[in-house]
C-alpha cells in the first residue's frame, strides 16, 4: 500500500508562512496532480513529501508510516525534476544504473533491472551515449527511467516537462500517462499547466496561496469551479467575466449591468434580490444567433483569431470584452454586429465579494 495522508502540514520560512494548513488524503494507486501558479506552494508541498523540505508542523503518512523525520531514501520515493540532473560523462545505462550502485545492489539485479526499465522507456537504442547525445524527450526518459529502476512505492515528478517544447510535451504527456496506466504507482505531480493536469490527473489539487482552493477529478473541476479563481485557472480559451446584479421581476430573475439584462433559472444558484455577482460563460458555451432572446449578448465584433477549425471572436458589450470560440467557417467579420445566446444552464454565478460560487450543491 502507498496510501500518501497529509494532515494539517504546515510550511514557515522564518516568520513567513507559505503553506498554512494542507490537508490531503492520496490513494492506493492515485494520479495526482498538483496544480496552480507560481509561488502557491506546489512545489514547496512536493519537496516536503520527498524529504527535501522540513516540515514545520502536521504529520505526514506514507504506507501508513510517518515519515516526518525520515530521509529521502528510507521513504519509499523517486523523484523526477524539471531540470533531469543527469551525469554529462556518464552513459546512459550508468546514468540509470547510478542509484542502485550507491546502495550496493548486485551488478546482475542491475543489469536485469535496466533492460527492464529501458525496454519499457524504449531507450534500449541509446544506453552507451552520453546524455548531451541525446533530445530533450529522451532525456527525460533517462531521468523517468533512472526513478523507475528503483521500484518506488511512490513517484513524484516536479514539473518533468516544463523544458520541453510544445509538440514534445504533448508526446510524453501521452509516455507518462500510459506509463502510470501500466505501473498504476501512487503518483503526486507537480504543473503549472492546466493542459498536462487535466489529461494526466485522476483527481487535481488546485492550490492558491498555500492552500488547497478545490480538489477533485478534472470534469468536476471544470464543470463546478468552486470560485472565480478555479473557473478562471481551468480551460482554454479562459472564462469571460461580468460584474453584474441580481434582480427579480414577478418570477422571473435576471442578472443586469451595462449594456446587460440576462434570465437565469434561479433554482441552480443560492442568490437574493439586489446581490452583487460576478457572471461567468465559457468561450465555447456561447452560440451565434440572429435574434436576440433573454439569454443574448450583442456587441461589436473587434478581433477574430484564427485556430484552424476554430475562431475565437472577441466582442465588446458595452466597456467589457468577451471571447466566444465558434466554427471557423462561421466566424463574423471585424467591426460587425453580433449577437450571441448563452447555452441552457451553462453559466456560472459568483458572489462579488468572496468569489465563491453560487451554483447549488
Keep these: 500500500m502507498a496510501e500518501i495522508v497529509c494532515q494539517n502540514i504546515k510550511k514557515n520560512y522564518g516568520a513567513v508562512e507559505v503553506v498554512p494548513d494542507f490537508s490531503l488524503h492520496v490513494e492506493d494507486h492515485e494520479f495526482i496532480v498538483f496544480l496552480g501558479p507560481s509561488g502557491c506552494g506546489k512545489s514547496t508541498m512536493l519537496r516536503m513529501l520527498a524529504g527535501l523540505e522540513e516540515i514545520t508542523g502536521g504529520q505526514l503518512m506514507i504506507g501508513?508510516?510517518?515519515?516526518?523525520d525520515l530521509e529521502p531514501r528510507d521513504r519509499g520515493i523517486a523523484m523526477v525534476f524539471q531540470n533531469y540532473a543527469l551525469y554529462p560523462h556518464m552513459t546512459i545505462r550508468d546514468n540509470i544504473a547510478f542509484g542502485l550502485r550507491r546502495i550496493k545492489v548486485p551488478e546482475h539485479e542491475i543489469k536485469s533491472r535496466t533492460e527492464d526499465v529501458t525496454s519499457v522507456l524504449g531507450l534500449g537504442p541509446y544506453l552507451d551515449r552520453k546524455p548531451t547525445e541525446l533530445s530533450g524527450g529522451q532525456q527525460q526518459r533517462v531521468a523517468i527511467a533512472r526513478a523507475m529502476i528503483k521500484t518506488p512505492d511512490v513517484f513524484l515528478f516536479d514539473e518533468p516537462l516544463s523544458n520541453l517544447d510544445?509538440?514534445?510535451?504533448?508526446?510524453?504527456?501521452?509516455?507518462?500517462?500510459?506509463?502510470?496506466?501500466?505501473?498504476?504507482?501512487?503518483?503526486?505531480?507537480?504543473t503549472h499547466d492546466q493542459m498536462e493536469a487535466m489529461t494526466l490527473a485522476d483527481r487535481i489539487v488546485l492550490m492558491k496561496d498555500g492552500q488547497i482552493e478545490q480538489v477533485g477529478s478534472p470534469e468536476e473541476i471544470?464543470?463546478?469551479?468552486?470560485?472565480?479563481?478555479?473557473?478562471?485557472?481551468?480551460?482554454?480559451?479562459a472564462m469571460n467575466f461580468i460584474e453584474l446584479k441580481v434582480e427579480q421581476s414577478g418570477t422571473e430573475w435576471f442578472v443586469v449591468g451595462e449594456g446587460v439584462k440576462l434570465t437565469f433559472d434561479s433554482s441552480r444558484f443560492d442568490v437574493s434580490v439586489g446581490q452583487q455577482v460576478t457572471l461567468g460563460v465559457r468561450p465555447s458555451d456561447f452560440e451565434a444567433v440572429s435574434e436576440v432572446t433573454d439569454r443574448t449578448l450583442a456587441g461589436e465584433c473587434d478581433l477574430i483569431e484564427y485556430h484552424g477549425d476554430q475562431a475565437l471572436v472577441s466582442f465588446r458589450v458595452g466597456s467589457v470584452h468577451l471571447h466566444a470560440l465558434v466554427a471557423a467557417r462561421q466566424r463574423p467579420s471585424e467591426d460587425e454586429h453580433v449577437l450571441f445566446q448563452i447555452r441552457q444552464n451553462t453559466s456560472h454565478l459568483f458572489d462579488a465579494t468572496t468569489g465563491r460560487s453560487l451554483l447549488k450543491q
Design 64 to 68: 501508513g508510516k510517518v515519515v516526518n
Design 166 to 190: 510544445a509538440k514534445l510535451r504533448a508526446t510524453m504527456r501521452e509516455e507518462i500517462a500510459r506509463l502510470h496506466k501500466k505501473l498504476r504507482t501512487t503518483t503526486v505531480y507537480v
Design 222 to 237: 471544470y464543470e463546478r469551479p468552486v470560485s472565480r479563481f478555479v473557473a478562471s485557472f481551468i480551460g482554454t480559451p
